[in-house]
């Protein structure tokens, strides 16, 4: 069982920057891929980043390629998500997600997801 706790989203300006850290519990986080998605209301939950178990391997979905950076620290059990140059649209609840030995960007392989942060862009 690995337990997910997302932080670090607030309102901020376009044009600004967050990072999300997302702490996981349990000894076996390296064992997990990482992902992370976002959903805005009325929406269907969508893929935004996904980092292999080493962390040396790394996806995105377009939309974000070149602004968003996804990290993890396996010595901490923690996975980030640096965000910059946010544009209104990236408003959403972002949560992180845990993927048995994988990091796909379909949200149905994941098998543990965190409670989610709000994260809002203003224009």
């Known amino acids: 069982q690995v337990q997910l706790v997302e932080s670090g989203g607030g309102l901020v300006q376009a044009g600004g920057s967050l990072r999300l850290s997302c702490a996981a519990s349990?000894?076996?986080?390296?064992?997990?891929?990482m992902g992370w998605f976002r959903q805005a209301p009325g929406k269907e939950r969508e893929f935004v980043a996904a980092?292999?178990?080493?962390?040396?391997?790394?996806s995105y979905a377009d939309s974000v390629k070149g602004r968003f950076t996804i990290s993890r620290d396996n010595a901490k059990n923690t996975v980030y998500l640096q965000m910059n140059s946010l544009k209104p649209e990236d408003t959403a609840v972002y949560y992180c997600?845990?993927?048995?030995?994988?990091?796909?960007?379909?949200?149905?392989?994941?098998?543990?997801w965190g409670q989610g942060t709000q994260v809002t862009v203003s224009s």
């Open positions: 980092i292999s178990r080493s962390g040396g391997s790394t």
């Open positions: 349990g000894r076996t986080f390296s064992s997990y891929g």
């Open positions: 997600a845990a993927e048995w030995f994988s990091y796909s960007s379909s949200p149905r392989e994941y098998d543990f």
